[in-house]
């Protein structure tokens, strides 16, 4: 008799699939949403409604991946969603903006940890340069410590303002921001018409599909990276903790960069479980790595520069540690 339990178990066993995986039993037939802090049509959108297909196709059990808009606050809502009216079951991701963390270790509003999140991973950065046009007097960082350049920026919140805010306290550059342009076009303009000699902040994307005479006929060229670390795609310019002197300024540069560096990533809730956060990681950088994705990409002329989550996960972790001094002296650079 007390065969018998043992034989059931084993007759069991024997009639379930060798190759069983509860990830994928799990999002079988379930929907994954990704919720993007935009209304649709922008930059974020667009990225997240052409991986929507991809991803579903690596993610174990192949669930269908849907876009929910949730504009407010450029992901502020739709972070606070994810991490407190959600299932936290890893059915739910988020896209927000790149600077959401620099926001938030600011003191930016929102009910949400960005540390807390389990990121899944980037899709691309959001490669943005710094451009000096051919006639200004200074064409490198170095030589803007001697003689003074203008820049033009948006507003004091932007990274074309408080970037070079934090060149001239850190680096001791003598850049003279000019803000109150609406965006990188009119600044291209006013540094074509020579009213500034540098712009401060500009996608590439933007750069190779609408200014790309700049750098054939050699009339602008790259001034910086606004990221921390440098471009893959553009090894030669010097990223900001390039221009880091000791600790404190590398603290604060890697903050202002991280912005870039984090660009159009994926993040679950906080409490999904770990074996479907892995499933989700690996899941994203298998389509990173897929003929079939990269031909859609290249078909738009978007650019895939993808980073892992656990790497992305240390990079925030990170970013959110910043000593609160060196948090401090980032505020100015958004209040003068």
Known sequence: MKRLPLLCAALIAAALPANADPVADFYKGKTVGIYVGFPPGGGYDIYSRIVAPHLSRHIPGNPTVVVR??????????????????????T???????GLTLSKVLGGPGNFDPAKFNWI?????????????????????????DREITMGATSISSSSSYVPMALNDLAGTKIKIIRGYSGAPPIALAMERGEVNAHGGIALEAILAGKEEWLKEKK????????????????????LLDFATDERSRSIFGLLGGAVDIGRAFAAEPAAPPERVAALRKALMDMAVDPIFIADMTKRNLSIEPMEGTQLQKMIAALAATPAQQVEQTKKYFQQ
């Open 69 to 90: 808009n949730m504009d407010g606050g450029v992901g502020v809502r739709a972070a606070a969603y994810i991490t407190s009216a959600t299932a936290q079951d890893g």
């Open 92 to 98: 739910s991701l988020g896209m927000f903006l790149d």
């Open 121 to 145: 991973g980037r899709i691309v950065s959001t490669a943005t340069f710094a451009m000096v046009w051919h006639t200004a007097p200074a064409q490198t960082i170095a030589a803007a410590k």
């Open 220 to 239: 602008a060229s790259f001034l910086y990276y606004l990221g921390g670390t440098r471009f893959a795609d553009r090894p030669d310019v010097p990223a």
